[in-house]
């Protein structure tokens, strides 16, 4: 079955940044669509970035110039690479994935990952 594994979250001052990695497993990967979202407590979870089978890349505008996501078919892992880290980017860090090509819905999802952004 599908797994997915987020790794990488932290605490990191206001400024810094983090690196998020999400290996999956159980599916082809290069032929799915894969995103991260986050969610802060008493929050409702929202998108943060997404990619399609092929690259093309969407954000939420709070993260745009900030946060990039990536995706390495051969190591099955997609990445968000976020800079200037804010404490309103505090948050559990959600990799999700999709049984289409596309980012208009997502099947699976990791454990998530905490991230936390001191003032």
């Known amino acids: 079955q599908v797994q997915l594994v987020e790794s990488g979250g932290g605490l990191v001052q206001a400024g810094g940044s983090l690196r998020l990695s999400c290996v999956a497993s159980g599916t082809i990967f290069s032929l799915n669509g894969m995103a991260w979202y986050r969610q802060a407590p008493g929050q409702q979870r929202e998108r943060v970035a997404a990619?399609?089978?092929?690259?093309?890349?969407n954000y939420a505008d709070s993260v745009k110039g900030r946060f990039t996501i990536s995706r390495d078919n051969a190591k099955r892992t997609v990445y968000l690479q976020m800079n200037n880290l804010k404490p309103e980017d505090t948050a559990v860090y959600y990799c999700g994935l999709s049984r289409g090509t596309g980012t208009v819905q997502f099947d699976y999802w990791g454990q998530g990952t905490q991230v936390t952004v001191s003032s």
């Open positions: 990619i399609t089978s092929t690259y093309n890349t």
